[in-house]
């Protein structure tokens, strides 16, 4: 892999340059990133072989990114490496292309593993089954978001507009643009695209 280049993308630096100290001399090049958006920028101009990808990036999230990669039809390995151990947010990051999905408790060993792999890598102890309680998540009993509110959040994840989201839940579309605006700002978040990516990551949404 001497001859290969590899991109982090992690906003907590001890990770990211924790597994570039770890990798040095493996790679030919090893640039890291603390935002999503700089991210984006770099890949437009230089392909690196690899990217290690965290799913919580600033400006704009894991999932985004690999929309992004996916869209460009970009030939880009990519490996998520995350807290979140969610079996729609596992499958949801399969579908948009990664390579591989391991925990941050992973040992460098998996890691090492990954990149010799030509399959999906599921790392040790990502689940394999799917909650029945979706709602129970304490971060999202935080954020005090309705139950009318949830189902937004999960129709917006099958590409739903407000006019068919509207339709569906038998109101109005001012009510439904009231709804996004009122989790916006209750999550923080600015685009619908995070929203989908917090409902993934939060267990809110499972295919």
């Given at each position: 892999?001497?001859?290969?280049?590899?991109?982090?993308?992690?906003?907590?630096?001890?990770?990211?340059?924790?597994?570039?100290?770890y990798?040095?001399?493996?790679?030919a090049?090893?640039?890291?990133?603390?935002n999503?958006?700089?991210?984006?920028?770099?890949?437009k101009?230089?392909?690196?072989?690899f990217?290690i990808?965290?799913?919580n990036?600033p400006?704009?999230?894991g999932?985004?990114?690999?929309?992004?990669?996916?869209?460009?039809?970009?030939?880009?390995?990519t490996?998520?490496?995350?807290?979140?151990?969610?079996t729609?947010l596992?499958?949801k990051?399969?579908?948009?292309?990664?390579?591989a999905?391991l925990?941050?408790?992973?040992?460098?060993?998996?890691?090492m593993?990954?990149?010799?792999?030509?399959?999906?890598v599921?790392?040790?102890?990502?689940?394999?089954k799917?909650?029945?309680?979706?709602?129970?998540?304490?971060?999202?009993?935080?954020?005090?978001?309705?139950?009318?509110?949830?189902?937004?959040?999960?129709?917006?994840?099958?590409?739903?507009?407000?006019?068919?989201?509207?339709?569906?839940?038998?109101v109005?579309?001012h009510?439904?643009?009231?709804?996004?605006?009122?989790?916006k700002?209750?999550?923080?978040i600015?685009?619908?695209?995070?929203?989908?990516a917090?409902?993934?990551?939060?267990?809110?949404?499972?295919?």
């Open positions: 892999m001497k001859t290969k280049t590899l991109y982090i993308a992690d906003d907590h630096e001890i990770v990211s340059q924790g597994i570039k100290e990798l040095n001399g493996t790679f090049s090893i640039k890291t990133f603390k999503g958006k700089e991210l984006c920028e770099a890949i101009y230089e392909l690196p072989h990217l990808l965290d799913l990036m400006e704009v999230n999932l985004e990114i690999l929309e992004f990669i996916q869209k460009k039809e970009l030939s880009i390995k490996i998520i490496l995350t807290m979140y151990n969610e729609s596992i499958e990051c399969k579908r948009l292309g990664a390579c999905y925990l941050k408790t992973s040992s460098n060993e998996d890691l593993e990954v990149f010799e792999s030509t399959e999906f599921y790392g040790k102890g990502v689940r394999n799917k909650k029945n309680d979706l709602f129970k998540d304490e971060f999202v009993h935080k954020t005090e978001l309705t139950d009318r509110e949830l189902e937004v959040i999960i129709l917006l994840a099958k590409d739903q507009d407000s006019e068919s989201i509207a339709k569906k839940l038998n109005s579309v009510t439904i643009s009231t709804h996004r605006r009122n989790i700002a209750k999550l923080g600015a685009t619908t695209a995070g929203i989908v917090f409902g993934y990551e939060n267990n809110i949404i499972v295919d």
